[in-house]
């Protein structure tokens, strides 16, 4: 018995270890930062892209949108518009939005259209933070999230306050929120802002889960010990 929960023990520890954590940057000055191609790609995606877990991928699009309040107010839904004249933008402060509109913002804003930016992964991921750039005070961020997020043209929000850093840096913690897909976008004519990068990790497996595996390491290790006595 000793034997066998020493065997878990190890195990476990091992598989605990193994859990794994990464940055998706988009800073263009920084060391492997993800090149998101320039020019009008009509909001279509492009990628995929590795995401530093090992076997998932992510796709982006951008596109434009239209909030609508409930009759008591929030929450409140938002439709894509499929927009056919949109570009990604990319610089040293991270990832924006060329929508072509008058205002001739390439950040993510919301001043004549509301931008937003779609992140799809092939697996599902622990969504940790988002680091922005290029903000002030006053912006807010608008995050969007559905089960049905693949298929789907409406998708429930929320707005997330910045939690202030230094400079023109903002930061939202989303606390390991298991997601596969989300969009980040702006809908105040004033909120303005680039998305700097990323923290994923992997999902992590529940803890029955854990036990299980444990456990059968730990067959597998008496079983090794086993034959080496016969």
């Known amino acids: 018995?000793?034997?066998?929960?020493t065997a878990a023990s190890i195990s476990a520890f091992a598989l605990a270890s193994a859990a794994s954590a990464a940055v998706i940057n988009f800073e263009t000055d920084e060391?492997?930062?993800?090149?998101?191609?320039?020019g009008d790609n009509d909001g279509l995606q492009v990628g995929p892209f590795d995401s530093g877990l090992t076997g998932n991928t992510f796709t982006l699009e951008s596109d434009t949108f239209?909030?609508?309040?409930?009759?008591?107010?929030?929450p409140f839904t938002i439709s894509l518009n499929g927009e056919t004249n949109i570009a990604f933008t990319q610089n040293n402060e991270g990832l924006g939005v060329d929508n072509q509109n008058p205002d001739?913002?390439?950040d993510i804003d919301g001043a004549g259209s509301n931008d937003i930016v779609i992140f799809r992964f092939?697996?599902?991921?622990?969504?940790d933070?988002?680091?922005f750039e290029d903000i002030e005070g006053a912006d807010d961020v608008t995050f969007v999230t559905s089960t049905g997020f693949g298929g789907a043209i409406e998708f429930d929000i929320q707005d997330l306050a910045f939690l202030d850093t230094d400079g023109d840096e903002g930061v939202v913690d989303f606390g390991g929120r298991e997601i596969t897909a989300f969009g980040?976008?702006?809908?105040g004519s004033n909120d303005s802002f680039r998305?700097?990068?990323?923290?994923?990790?992997?999902?992590?497996l529940p803890a029955a889960g854990w036990m299980l595996l444990a456990g059968v390491g730990g067959i597998a290790a008496m079983r090794r010990r086993s034959k080496k006595k016969s």
Do not use: H, Q
């Open 129 to 131: 933070r988002i680091i």
């Open 66 to 74: 239209d909030f609508n309040f409930a009759p008591l107010g929030p």
């Open 195 to 204: 998305i700097s990068r990323v923290e994923i990790s992997a999902v992590p």
């Open 122 to 127: 092939s697996e599902a991921i622990a969504l």
């Open 104 to 106: 001739g913002d390439i």
């Open 1 to 5: 018995m000793k034997t066998l929960l």
């Open 31 to 38: 060391p492997g930062s993800v090149s998101v191609p320039g």
């Open 184 to 187: 980040i976008g702006a809908r």
